[in-house]
Protein backbone atom coordinates (compact mmCIF):
# COMPACT_ATOMS: atom_id res chain seq x y z
CA UNK A 1 0.00 0.00 0.00
CA UNK A 2 1.01 3.75 -0.80
CA UNK A 3 0.38 6.72 1.52
CA UNK A 4 1.49 9.95 2.21
CA UNK A 5 1.78 11.95 5.24
CA UNK A 6 1.83 16.05 5.07
CA UNK A 7 3.27 17.04 8.58
CA UNK A 8 1.95 20.10 9.03
CA UNK A 9 -1.88 21.22 8.19
CA UNK A 10 -1.08 24.59 7.79
CA UNK A 11 2.03 27.22 7.03
CA UNK A 12 2.17 30.53 8.06
CA UNK A 13 5.49 32.74 6.49
CA UNK A 14 6.42 36.00 5.46
CA UNK A 15 6.40 37.44 2.38
CA UNK A 16 10.43 37.39 1.06
CA UNK A 17 10.90 34.17 3.69
CA UNK A 18 11.72 30.63 2.74
CA UNK A 19 8.70 27.82 2.62
CA UNK A 20 8.95 24.41 3.46
CA UNK A 21 6.13 22.38 3.56
CA UNK A 22 6.53 18.47 4.32
CA UNK A 23 5.55 15.21 3.24
CA UNK A 24 6.89 11.60 4.30
CA UNK A 25 6.16 8.89 1.96
CA UNK A 26 5.05 5.12 2.45
CA UNK A 27 4.91 2.92 -0.43
CA UNK A 28 6.10 -0.79 -1.06
CA UNK A 29 7.42 -0.15 -4.30
CA UNK A 30 9.84 2.97 -5.71
CA UNK A 31 7.60 5.76 -5.97
CA UNK A 32 6.74 8.59 -8.43
CA UNK A 33 5.66 11.86 -6.57
CA UNK A 34 4.07 14.82 -6.73
CA UNK A 35 3.16 18.08 -5.71
CA UNK A 36 0.20 20.01 -6.52
CA UNK A 37 -0.93 23.55 -5.35
CA UNK A 38 -4.88 24.29 -5.37
CA UNK A 39 -5.73 27.93 -5.11
CA UNK A 40 -9.42 28.95 -3.89
CA UNK A 41 -12.16 27.87 -5.89
CA UNK A 42 -9.78 26.57 -8.67
CA UNK A 43 -8.31 23.15 -9.98
CA UNK A 44 -5.37 21.68 -9.09
CA UNK A 45 -2.26 22.73 -10.84
CA UNK A 46 1.07 20.25 -10.64
CA UNK A 47 4.13 21.74 -9.32
CA UNK A 48 6.58 19.21 -10.14
CA UNK A 49 7.09 15.32 -10.21
CA UNK A 50 9.53 12.88 -9.38
CA UNK A 51 9.93 9.57 -11.64
CA UNK A 52 13.75 8.04 -10.70
CA UNK A 53 15.80 10.56 -12.18
CA UNK A 54 17.46 13.53 -10.41
CA UNK A 55 16.39 13.43 -6.40
CA UNK A 56 16.57 17.57 -6.71
CA UNK A 57 13.26 18.15 -9.14
CA UNK A 58 12.41 21.78 -10.22
CA UNK A 59 8.84 23.00 -10.43
CA UNK A 60 7.21 26.24 -11.70
CA UNK A 61 7.45 29.41 -9.63
CA UNK A 62 10.62 28.45 -8.18
CA UNK A 63 9.48 25.57 -6.20
CA UNK A 64 11.43 22.72 -6.00
CA UNK A 65 11.76 19.15 -3.71
CA UNK A 66 14.20 16.83 -2.84
CA UNK A 67 13.75 13.20 -3.08
CA UNK A 68 14.92 11.44 0.11
CA UNK A 69 15.04 7.68 0.06
CA UNK A 70 16.45 7.23 3.27
CA UNK A 71 14.57 9.72 5.12
CA UNK A 72 11.19 8.79 3.10
CA UNK A 73 10.72 12.33 2.55
CA UNK A 74 10.10 14.87 -0.10
CA UNK A 75 9.69 18.09 1.01
CA UNK A 76 8.41 20.98 -0.52
CA UNK A 77 11.20 24.36 -0.72
CA UNK A 78 11.15 27.67 -2.33
CA UNK A 79 13.56 30.57 -1.08
CA UNK A 80 11.56 33.29 -0.96
CA UNK A 81 7.49 33.28 -0.39
CA UNK A 82 5.22 35.84 -2.59
CA UNK A 83 1.83 36.50 -1.42
CA UNK A 84 0.64 34.39 -4.66
CA UNK A 85 2.03 31.24 -3.23
CA UNK A 86 -0.65 31.55 -1.00
CA UNK A 87 -3.00 28.40 -1.39
CA UNK A 88 -3.27 24.72 -0.53
CA UNK A 89 -0.38 22.28 -1.75
CA UNK A 90 -0.89 18.15 -1.70
CA UNK A 91 1.82 15.67 -1.37
CA UNK A 92 1.01 12.70 -3.81
CA UNK A 93 2.43 9.43 -4.61
CA UNK A 94 1.54 7.14 -7.17
CA UNK A 95 3.58 3.15 -8.13
CA UNK A 96 4.57 1.12 -10.80
CA UNK A 97 2.95 -1.47 -12.03
CA UNK A 98 0.12 -1.99 -11.92
CA UNK A 99 -1.37 0.53 -9.55
CA UNK A 100 0.27 3.42 -11.53
CA UNK A 101 -2.48 5.75 -12.49
CA UNK A 102 -3.74 5.99 -9.00
CA UNK A 103 -2.76 8.78 -7.12
CA UNK A 104 -3.19 9.06 -3.46
CA UNK A 105 -3.38 11.96 -2.35
CA UNK A 106 -1.88 14.01 1.30
CA UNK A 107 -4.45 15.56 3.54
CA UNK A 108 -3.14 19.32 2.69
CA UNK A 109 -1.06 21.89 3.85
CA UNK A 110 -2.82 25.13 3.62
CA UNK A 111 0.06 27.75 3.22
CA UNK A 112 -0.70 31.70 4.14
CA UNK A 113 1.94 34.07 3.36
CA UNK A 114 2.00 37.37 5.39
CA UNK A 115 3.06 41.01 4.71
CA UNK B 1 -5.57 24.00 -25.40
CA UNK B 2 -8.81 24.42 -23.27
CA UNK B 3 -7.24 22.53 -20.74
CA UNK B 4 -10.05 19.81 -18.54
CA UNK B 5 -13.64 21.36 -18.59
CA UNK B 6 -16.07 20.52 -16.38
CA UNK B 7 -20.32 21.90 -16.09
CA UNK B 8 -21.74 22.90 -14.23
CA UNK B 9 -19.51 24.83 -12.07
CA UNK B 10 -22.02 25.11 -9.76
CA UNK B 11 -24.72 22.51 -8.63
CA UNK B 12 -27.62 23.11 -5.82
CA UNK B 13 -30.36 20.56 -5.43
CA UNK B 14 -32.60 18.68 -3.72
CA UNK B 15 -32.08 15.38 -1.79
CA UNK B 16 -33.78 12.31 -3.86
CA UNK B 17 -33.13 14.41 -7.12
CA UNK B 18 -30.74 12.89 -9.81
CA UNK B 19 -27.23 15.01 -10.96
CA UNK B 20 -24.94 14.88 -13.40
CA UNK B 21 -21.58 15.72 -13.76
CA UNK B 22 -19.92 16.51 -17.04
CA UNK B 23 -16.38 16.32 -18.24
CA UNK B 24 -14.41 17.24 -21.00
CA UNK B 25 -10.55 15.55 -21.01
CA UNK B 26 -8.09 17.34 -22.90
CA UNK B 27 -7.48 16.32 -26.73
CA UNK B 28 -5.58 12.92 -27.40
CA UNK B 29 -5.91 11.93 -23.66
CA UNK B 30 -6.35 8.64 -23.26
CA UNK B 31 -7.27 8.83 -19.21
CA UNK B 32 -9.88 9.85 -17.91
CA UNK B 33 -10.11 10.17 -13.43
CA UNK B 34 -12.86 11.18 -11.73
CA UNK B 35 -11.71 12.76 -7.58
CA UNK B 36 -14.23 14.00 -5.01
CA UNK B 37 -13.17 16.04 -2.31
CA UNK B 38 -14.15 16.97 0.74
CA UNK B 39 -12.91 18.13 4.17
CA UNK B 40 -13.66 15.11 6.26
CA UNK B 41 -11.69 12.82 3.32
CA UNK B 42 -9.38 15.08 1.23
CA UNK B 43 -8.76 14.07 -2.44
CA UNK B 44 -10.30 10.26 -3.33
CA UNK B 45 -10.20 8.85 -6.46
CA UNK B 46 -13.81 7.60 -7.73
CA UNK B 47 -13.10 6.25 -10.85
CA UNK B 48 -10.84 5.98 -14.02
CA UNK B 49 -11.05 5.37 -17.22
CA UNK B 50 -8.62 4.10 -20.22
CA UNK B 51 -9.84 4.57 -24.08
CA UNK B 52 -13.02 4.97 -22.67
CA UNK B 53 -13.18 1.78 -20.73
CA UNK B 54 -13.63 1.74 -16.39
CA UNK B 55 -10.38 0.40 -15.33
CA UNK B 56 -11.18 1.24 -11.64
CA UNK B 57 -14.41 1.70 -10.08
CA UNK B 58 -13.22 0.15 -6.40
CA UNK B 59 -13.37 3.92 -5.44
CA UNK B 60 -17.18 4.83 -6.02
CA UNK B 61 -19.05 5.01 -2.73
CA UNK B 62 -21.69 3.06 -3.63
CA UNK B 63 -24.51 2.13 -6.45
CA UNK B 64 -25.85 5.73 -6.42
CA UNK B 65 -22.96 6.76 -8.42
CA UNK B 66 -22.39 5.60 -11.77
CA UNK B 67 -20.17 7.02 -14.46
CA UNK B 68 -20.07 6.30 -18.26
CA UNK B 69 -17.38 7.49 -20.89
CA UNK B 70 -19.26 7.22 -24.00
CA UNK B 71 -16.50 8.29 -26.39
CA UNK B 72 -13.32 9.95 -26.22
CA UNK B 73 -14.19 13.78 -25.39
CA UNK B 74 -16.79 13.31 -23.05
CA UNK B 75 -17.60 11.82 -19.44
CA UNK B 76 -20.42 12.00 -16.98
CA UNK B 77 -20.55 10.89 -13.57
CA UNK B 78 -24.28 10.68 -12.61
CA UNK B 79 -25.92 10.90 -8.57
CA UNK B 80 -29.24 8.93 -8.43
CA UNK B 81 -30.68 9.72 -5.85
CA UNK B 82 -28.74 12.80 -4.52
CA UNK B 83 -28.16 12.58 -0.83
CA UNK B 84 -26.53 15.63 1.63
CA UNK B 85 -23.59 13.91 2.27
CA UNK B 86 -22.43 13.46 -1.56
CA UNK B 87 -21.84 17.35 -0.90
CA UNK B 88 -18.17 18.05 -2.43
CA UNK B 89 -16.54 19.45 -5.03
CA UNK B 90 -16.17 16.91 -7.99
CA UNK B 91 -12.86 16.96 -10.31
CA UNK B 92 -12.59 15.39 -13.55
CA UNK B 93 -8.58 14.68 -14.55
CA UNK B 94 -7.04 13.67 -17.70
CA UNK B 95 -3.41 12.17 -18.59
CA UNK B 96 -1.78 11.35 -22.12
CA UNK B 97 -0.61 8.07 -20.93
CA UNK B 98 -0.25 5.70 -18.50
CA UNK B 99 1.34 7.04 -15.08
CA UNK B 100 1.48 10.59 -17.04
CA UNK B 101 0.67 13.81 -15.25
CA UNK B 102 -2.93 14.23 -14.63
CA UNK B 103 -3.75 17.50 -15.71
CA UNK B 104 -7.33 18.48 -13.22
CA UNK B 105 -10.37 20.47 -13.90
CA UNK B 106 -11.65 23.36 -12.25
CA UNK B 107 -14.53 20.85 -10.46
CA UNK B 108 -18.48 21.11 -9.99
CA UNK B 109 -19.24 22.37 -6.10
CA UNK B 110 -22.29 19.98 -5.59
CA UNK B 111 -24.40 21.27 -2.52
CA UNK B 112 -27.21 18.62 -1.84
CA UNK B 113 -29.69 20.55 0.09
Known amino acids: AQSVTQLDSHVSVSEGTPVLLRCNYS??????LFWYVQHPNKGLQLLLK??????LVKGINGFEAEFKKSETSFHLTKPSAHMSDAAEYFC?????????????FGTGTQLKVEL | DAGVIQSPRHEVTEMGQEVTLRCKPI?????LFWYRQTMMRGLELLIY????????DSGMPEDRFSAKMPNASFSTLKIQPSEPRDSAVYFC???????????FGPGTRLLVL
Open chain 2, 93 to 103: ASSGKYRGTQY
Open chain 1, 27 to 32: SSYSPS
Open chain 1, 50 to 55: YTSAAT
Open chain 1, 92 to 104: VVTVRGGGGNKLT
Open chain 2, 27 to 31: SGHDY
Open chain 2, 49 to 56: FNNNVPID
